[in-house]
């Protein structure tokens, strides 16, 4: 019996193993293709963006892996490290790697600031929240370990267990303004980050080794986008050795074998079958296309905002999505911390441009529902910040609004100051296309549920 099994064993592998030897037509290979740049663009993503982030050892979003940088103001016009940054909290991030052993992260005590320490795995999953909605605004002390991690942690130690060796955390820490900036960087300094060998010991900070090959100029989106097909396959493969796919991911690494995309194995793309190489080719092209234009499919809500919905943080199967907000929001919390509707139109369905000026009101009822806080934040035609007079990227709930007579709120919307009596609700257009995300930080039910949405964006005559 113990024989036949065996004998029914080896046939099976075999067989299997013979599919996947199986001659792979140009066609076939575009169509795996699609899927296999589709699920690998997150991780292509992240990597870029990581390279670029560690390459310094200070400035903005850049430190040293296992070591937290800080921002020490808001992102202004000139930082492009990541897409649709947010001018509401000061970040504190770090690229961590728990490959050879657990990194021991300090938080902060925030006496009842809101803040949250997402954990991002390199599929840009968050699988761990902590801070203000979790575990309170206490501080406390984590141990991150890698997946196949198994030891003894200090007694007391909450364990978080990443599914990937390395992975993104970007903290952040309410911000009033910029007169706030001095007591929030007093909670920044608040945060360490310790290998496990070296808990209870003396630090010597790492010195940075900087790899003058690396790109520090061009922002990582745009980085990957220009990627010739064989580049950006060839880094998803090495990077994928140390960084397991998920477990539901079964059914896409059966598909994209048959093309040679095996984890733990390198690969060339001038390697492969001719017809492989072809179909890829043409595949990374169009599945580029297929991400970016996600946001022209996107469900409106009656007043044309576009309302991402609860699949940010983690996005299960739907690997099209994921994607997508890896290239229009690399870093997005869970809807549970933050919510993100997004305006690309006018309430006549016309794109926004600084060509015309727009009022954004919203009924005394209706003022953004959040516990944290609220704003809304402009965005040039490529993503980020653009320049204004008045150095205003974002507007909300803890700046000196005039609201109405009526406890209503109108915000001005366009290029030119609208006047003094209106300045201090104007959030600055840049010339020409914009769009606008309006987000709420610990958002109550009705937004999470859809009962409450935002109000059109009006064009004034």
């Given at each position: 019996m113990k024989s036949l099994l065996a004998l029914l064993a080896m046939a099976v592998a075999f067989a299997t193993s013979a599919a996947y030897a199986a001659p792979v037509s140009e066609d076939d290979a575009y169509a795996i293709g699609l899927e296999a740049y589709t699920y690998a663009y997150p991780m292509v993503l992240m990597e870029t963006t990581r390279r670029v982030s560690t390459n310094a050892s200070e400035g903005r979003m850049r430190a040293p892996m296992n070591q937290f940088g800080h921002m020490r103001t808001y992102p202004d016009a000139t930082f492009k490290d990541v897409v649709r940054p947010n001018?509401?909290?000061l970040y504190s991030p770090l690229w961590f790697d728990v490959g050879k052993e657990p990194?021991?992260?300090?938080?902060p005590k925030t006496a009842g600031r809101y803040h949250v320490v997402p954990i991002m795995d390199m599929w840009?999953?968050?699988f761990a929240a902590l801070g203000t909605r979790t575990t309170g605004n206490d501080g406390g002390i984590v141990a991150l370990v890698g997946p196949h991690w198994q030891g003894t942690l200090p007694k007391g130690m909450r364990m978080v267990r990443s599914p990937t060796e390395m992975g993104w955390i970007i903290g952040r820490i309410q911000?009033?303004?910029?007169?706030d900036y001095d007591h929030v960087h007093a909670l920044q300094a608040s945060y360490a980050?310790?290998?496990?060998?070296?808990?209870g010991k003396a630090q010597t900070p790492v010195a940075l080794k900087t790899d003058p090959a690396i790109d520090m100029k061009t922002p990582p989106v745009e980085q990957v986008a220009k990627m010739t097909p064989a580049a950006f396959f060839a880094l998803f493969a090495e990077t994928l050795k140390r960084n397991p796919p998920h477990a539901s991911d079964y059914a896409v690494l059966a598909r994209i074998e048959r093309v040679g995309l095996v984890p733990g194995q390198s690969f060339d793309l001038a390697a492969a079958d001719p017809a492989v190489q072809r179909g890829l080719t043409r595949a990374a092209a169009d599945a580029w296309q297929r991400i970016i234009g996600r946001r022209k499919n996107l469900s409106l809500t009656r007043n044309n905002w576009v309302a991402m919905g609860n699949a940010l943080g983690v996005y299960g199967n739907d690997y099209l999505q994921r994607a997508f907000v890896a290239f229009a929001g690399l870093g997005a919390l869970p809807p549970e911390e933050a919510i993100y509707p997004m305006a690309p139109l006018d309430s006549d369905g016309k794109p926004l441009t600084g060509a015309s000026r727009y009022v954004l009101h919203f009924d005394k009822d209706q003022i953004p529902p959040a516990d944290a806080f609220w704003s809304l934040t402009m965005y040039g035609a490529d993503q980020f910040f653009v320049a204004n007079p008045i150095d205003r990227f974002a507007i909300g709930d803890r700046d000196k609004l005039s609201f109405n007579a009526?406890?209503?709120?109108d915000l001005y919307i366009q290029k030119d100051n609208p006047g003094a009596d209106k300045e201090a609700n104007w959030l600055p257009a840049p010339d020409g296309p914009f769009s606008m995300n309006l987000r709420l930080y610990l958002p109550r039910r009705p937004a999470l549920e859809g009962s409450w949405i935002a109000p059109p964006v009006k064009r004034v005559p």
């Open positions: 001018a509401d909290t990194l021991i992260i300090t938080l840009t999953d968050v911000t009033n303004g910029a007169a980050a310790t290998p496990l060998s070296a808990w009526d406890g209503s709120l």
